[in-house]
C-alpha cells in the first residue's frame, strides 16, 4: 500500500459543491487537510461520504459495520424481465456461475438512501488468496447483466469479458464532499490541494455531470433575422467555460488578413452572442476564443474556430461562409420513402460511383456530387440496372481531405451541416450546397430512397471542438487524456446536452433541407443507445418514416441486443460472419434457419431490424474473402467462388429483414486482397468493366433483387414478426442444407414460397413432408432466374432434390 494519500480526483458536482476521490480509504482520526486554490481559495470544510454510496458506482463498499456489500440500484434492471427471477453475485472467489441458485449468494431487495437495490452482504474473508477480485451479477435463469465499460473498476479477465472489481484499498471510506458559500466561474481553474505531513499532492478541480448537462435553446451558428426591411445577421456558439469569444469576418475572394474581429457577449445558459447589422450572406468567417489552461482544456486565443454550425465550409480548415438558406434554390420532387421491409440498399462512395462511370463527364463533376447525379440520371446507370431502392452514401459530411484531390472514405468528418467541399465545383461559393441539394432531388426523381453514412463518435483533423471546450465534447480518461474506444483518436462525448442537440440539429438539417430519408450510425455504441432513443423519437417527429439504422458495435463493447427494444435497424455483423463462413459449407442448418428467419428475438423485434449483409466499405470485398486463391485476392474468381457468391445473394434476398448490398459486390468487384483501403481511390473506384466480365452474377443479384421486390417477394417483406407456424423447416439427413417453406400456416393467404439451399459439394434430396406434394412451380435455381417459371423435366416429388453448391426458389398459389 502507499506511504502517502494521494488525490484521484476532484469533481465539482454543482457550481458550490464537489467530491474529492482519495487513492485509498482514509483511516487516520481527523478528516483530511484539504484546500482550494484559484480565483477563490482556503481551507475545505469536508464530511466522509457513507460508504455505500459507493456502491452506486462500484457494485461493491464495505459498511459501516465491516461487512462487504455487492449490489447494484433495482432501475437498473431495466434490460432482463425481472417477475419471478432472483439474482446473484457471482466472482472469482464463489465459482462464477456455481453460485447461481445458493442462497448465500442471492441479492435481496433493501433501500440506500432511499433508493431501493439489490444486495448480498458478506465477510469480506471471502477475498483471502483471490487476487482477481472480478465479479458479476448473473439472473437465475443464466443471464449475465452486462457491465458499462465506462462503470468504476470495470475490468477485461482475458476472454472478452467485462467484469467490476473489488478493491481493497477502495472500499467507499475514500471519499469527501464539501459545499462553498459561493458559486465558483468555470471559465477559472482552481485546485485541491491535500496536505499530508510535509506532502502535499495537488489535483485540478474539474466541471462533472452538471457541467455536461448545460444547455441553451438558442440557434447555435448563423442565422439570418429580417425585420421588414432590416435584417441582422446572428453569430452565436456554445462555449461555457470560454473567457471571451469573438467571430472574425471577410469578403468573399477576400484575403484572411483582412479579417475583422467583433466580440460577442455572454448569455445565461453557456452561450455567446453578437448580432451585426445586415444581410452577410456569402461572407468568410471564424471564431476565436479563451478559456482554463490546464490539462482539461485545450484553449488558444490565437487559433481560427471552425463554427460546428457552419452551413458551408471552404475546407477542413475552415473558414465557414455565412448562408442565406432562402436563396436557395428547391424544386419538390414527390417521393415517398418505401416502408422498411421494402428496402433494398446499396452502400455506395460519391465518388467510386462515378471515377469510372462510362458516360460523358466533366472530369471536375466526375470529382463529386455534379458528376453522380448526371450518373444518377443516365438512363444505363448501373445502380438502376442493378434494381435496389435505396442508396446509402459513404459520409458526405465535411471531412478532413488536405486538397480537393486526395480520395477520402469520409469517416474523419470536421463539420456535421455542411456537405464536403471537395465534391463541389466552387466550393468558395458553396456551391456543394445547392450540388447536394440537386443530387438528392435526382436520386428521389430515379426512385431511390437517400440513407447517409454519418459519424457522430469521433471527429477528424483539424479538431475544432476540441478547442471550444475539451471537457464538454469529449469522454476522457482520468489523466485527462482522450478516450479512443473509436480506433481514431478521440471519442465525441455524446451524452453531453449540447453534443446531442449538434447531433440533432445537424440530422434535422439533412432532413428537412436537403430531403435525405434516413441514417446509418458508425459506431453507433459510442453514441449510446439512450441518446439513439431520444434521437428517435426527435427525428419521427420531423419525419414520420425516416429510416434509422445503426452500427452497433465499437472497440468497447456491443449493443445490438439492447437497440432490438428501441426502433432503431441494426448491421447484423453475425449475419455477415455465418453466411460467409456458410456458402463454404461451414455452418449448421439451424443457424441458417435463425438468419433466414430474421434473426428474431434478441436482435431483432421486428423484420427489418436486422440489416443482412457480407461486404461492407470496411476491409475485404467479398470476393476477396471467399476466394478459393490462396492469396486472398479475388481479381480472376474461381467457378466455385461465384457459385458461392450465387448462393450467397439468393440466400440473403430469401432473409427477413433489410438486404444491404455494396455498390460492385454483383459483378465481383475485388481489391486484390488488400485491406481497409480507405485512402485508395484507384482501389475503391468501381471497374464497371466486370459487369462485361461477370455478366452472370450481375444478372442474378438483379433478378433476385427484382423478385424481393415484386408481389411474391410481400411473404419475405414482412412489418411484423410472424407467427411461430410461419415457417415450416426442413433438412435433409445429413448436411448442412436446407429447406424453408414461407406462409405455411396460411396468415397471408394461400400464397407459398420454398427457398432451399445446398452450400455442400455433394448432391441433397431434403424431405419436404406433406408440402412435396404441393403444385410448386421453381422460378430460380443456383445459376438462374425466370419470374415466369424455368421449365424443368420433372417436379418436386416429395424431396426436393439439391445439386452440389444448389439452391432453389418455388411458389405456388395466388
Not at 474581429?261 to 471564424?286: F, I, M, T
Not at 486526395?406 to 456543394?432: C, D, R
Not at 453514412?453 to 475544432?464: A, Q
Not at 456458402?583 to 428467419?597: H, I, K, M, W
Request: with cysteine.
Amino acid at each position: 500500500m502507499t506511504d502517502h494519500y494521494r488525490i484521484d480526483a476532484a469533481v465539482l458536482t454543482t457550481p458550490s459543491a464537489g467530491v474529492v476521490t482519495l487513492n485509498r480509504d482514509w483511516v487516520e482520526e481527523t478528516e483530511p487537510n484539504l484546500t482550494l486554490h484559484g480565483s477563490a481559495g482556503g481551507v475545505l470544510e469536508v464530511k466522509p461520504i457513507p460508504p455505500e454510496s459507493f456502491l452506486a458506482i462500484s457494485g461493491y463498499c464495505l459498511t459501516g459495520e465491516g461487512k462487504l456489500m455487492f449490489g447494484l440500484a433495482a432501475e437498473d434492471l431495466d434490460e432482463v424481465e425481472v417477475g419471478g427471477i432472483g439474482f446473484f453475485l457471482a466472482g472469482s472467489f464463489n465459482g462464477w456461475q456455481d453460485a447461481i441458485g445458493q442462497d448465500v449468494w442471492q441479492l435481496k431487495p433493501t433501500r440506500i438512501n432511499g433508493r431501493p437495490y439489490l444486495v448480498c452482504t458478506c465477510d469480506p474473508e471471502i477475498l483471502a488468496g483471490d487476487e482477481s477480485g472480478q465479479f458479476k451479477f448473473v439472473s437465475s435463469d443464466h443471464r449475465w447483466l452486462p457491465v458499462a465499460p465506462d462503470a468504476l473498476g470495470s475490468v477485461l479477465d482475458g476472454s472478452g469479458n467485462r467484469n467490476l472489481r473489488v478493491d481493497p484499498a477502495r472500499s467507499g471510506r475514500h471519499r469527501f464532499a464539501f459545499e462553498l458559500k459561493e458559486r465558483l466561474e468555470l471559465n477559472q481553474h482552481y485546485e485541491v490541494h491535500l496536505h499530508s505531513g510535509e506532502q502535499v499532492d495537488a489535483r485540478t478541480l474539474k466541471p462533472g455531470r452538471f457541467f455536461h448537462r448545460l444547455k441553451s435553446d438558442l440557434p447555435m451558428g448563423v442565422t439570418i433575422e429580417k425585420t421588414g426591411a432590416e435584417q441582422q445577421t446572428f453569430f452565436r456558439l456554445f462555449a461555457p467555460r470560454a473567457k471571451w469569444v469573438k467571430v472574425g469576418l471577410y469578403e468573399a475572394g477576400g484575403s484572411p488578413a483582412d479579417i475583422t474581429w467583433h466580440s460577442l457577449v455572454r448569455l445565461y445558459d453557456g452561450a455567446w452572442e453578437v448580432a451585426l447589422a445586415g444581410n452577410l450572406d456569402g461572407c468568410y468567417y471564424w471564431f476565436r476564443l479563451d478559456g482554463p489552461q490546464d490539462e482539461y482544456g485545450n484553449f488558444d486565443p490565437e487559433r481560427n474556430i471552425l463554427d460546428p454550425y457552419a452551413l458551408a465550409i471552404l475546407s477542413r480548415e475552415g473558414p465557414g461562409i455565412v448562408l442565406d438558406l432562402d436563396r436557395i434554390e428547391r424544386n419538390e420532387v414527390n417521393f415517398v420513402t418505401p416502408q422498411w421491409q421494402d428496402l433494398v440498399v446499396v452502400e455506395a462512395h460519391v465518388r467510386d460511383l462515378v471515377a469510372k462511370a462510362p458516360i460523358l463527364v466533366d472530369e471536375e463533376a466526375r470529382a463529386g456530387f455534379v458528376g453522380l447525379r448526371q450518373w444518377i440520371e443516365h438512363p444505363q446507370c448501373y445502380l438502376k440496372r442493378l434494381g435496389a431502392n435505396a442508396v446509402e452514401l459513404q459520409p458526405i459530411h465535411e471531412f478532413d481531405n488536405v486538397n480537393e484531390e486526395e480520395y477520402h472514405w469520409g469517416y474523419m468528418p470536421v463539420n456535421y451541416f455542411s456537405p464536403e467541399s471537395s465534391y463541389g465545383l466552387e466550393p468558395e461559393k458553396a456551391s456543394q450546397i445547392q450540388e447536394f441539394r440537386d443530387l438528392v432531388e435526382a436520386m428521389h426523381r430515379e426512385g431511390f430512397t437517400v440513407l447517409l453514412d454519418v459519424v457522430y463518435n469521433h471527429v477528424g483533423e483539424p479538431n475544432h471542438l476540441l478547442f471550444i471546450d475539451k471537457l464538454y465534447y469529449f469522454e476522457l480518461a482520468p489523466d485527462a487524456t482522450l478516450m479512443n474506444w473509436s480506433g481514431c483518436g478521440n471519442d465525441l462525448r455524446c451524452s453531453a446536452a449540447m453534443v446531442r442537440r449538434l447531433i440533432r440539429d445537424s440530422l434535422v438539417h439533412m432532413l428537412t433541407f436537403f430531403g435525405v430519408d434516413g441514417f446509418r450510425f458508425d459506431l453507433a455504441e459510442l453514441i449510446g443507445r439512450d441518446v439513439l432513443e431520444e434521437l428517435e423519437i426527435e427525428l419521427k417527429a420531423v419525419k414520420r418514416d425516416v429510416v434509422l439504422i445503426a452500427e452497433p458495435w465499437s472497440f468497447r463493447g456491443h449493443i445490438a441486443g439492447a437497440l432490438s427494444k428501441t426502433g432503431c435497424a441494426s448491421w447484423n455483423d453475425g449475419y455477415r460472419n455465418f453466411l460467409r463462413e456458410y456458402v463454404r459449407g461451414d455452418g449448421q442448418p439451424e443457424t441458417a434457419s435463425y438468419y433466414l428467419r430474421g434473426s428474431p428475438w434478441h436482435f431483432a423485434r421486428w423484420p427489418a431490424q436486422t440489416v443482412n449483409y457480407v461486404e461492407s466499405h470496411d476491409d475485404r470485398t467479398w470476393i476477396d474473402v471467399i476466394t478459393e486463391n490462396h492469396s486472398g485476392d479475388g481479381w480472376f474468381p474461381t467457378l466455385l467462388d461465384i457459385q458461392r457468391t450465387h448462393l450467397m445473394v439468393a440466400f440473403l434476398m430469401a432473409s427477413l429483414g433489410i438486404p444491404m448490398v455494396h455498390a460492385g459486390q454483383d459483378f465481383l468487384s475485388s481489391k486484390g486482397g488488400e485491406r481497409n483501403t480507405y485512402q485508395k481511390g484507384d482501389v475503391n473506384a468501381l471497374d464497371y468493366l466486370r459487369l462485361l466480365r461477370f455478366p452472370g452474377p450481375h444478372r442474378y443479384f438483379s433478378d433476385w433483387i427484382r423478385f424481393r421486390l415484386s408481389s411474391w417477394g410481400e411473404l419475405i417483406r414482412l412489418y411484423s414478426a410472424p407467427s411461430d407456424g410461419y415457417f415450416s423447416i426442413h433438412r435433409p439427413a445429413e448436411g448442412s442444407g436446407l429447406a424453408m417453406v414461407y406462409n405455411a400456416d396460411g396468415s397471408l393467404g394461400n400464397r407459398r414460397l420454398l427457398f432451399a439451399i445446398n452450400p455442400e459439394q455433394g448432391e441433397t434430396l431434403v424431405p419436404l413432408e406433406e408440402w412435396g406434394r404441393s403444385p410448386w412451380r421453381q422460378l430460380a435455381d443456383q445459376e438462374r432466374f425466370q419470374l415466369q417459371g424455368i421449365d424443368l423435366p420433372f417436379p418436386i416429388d416429395g424431396d426436393v432434390y439439391l445439386p452440389p453448391m444448389g439452391c432453389g426458389l418455388w411458389v405456388f398459389g395466388g
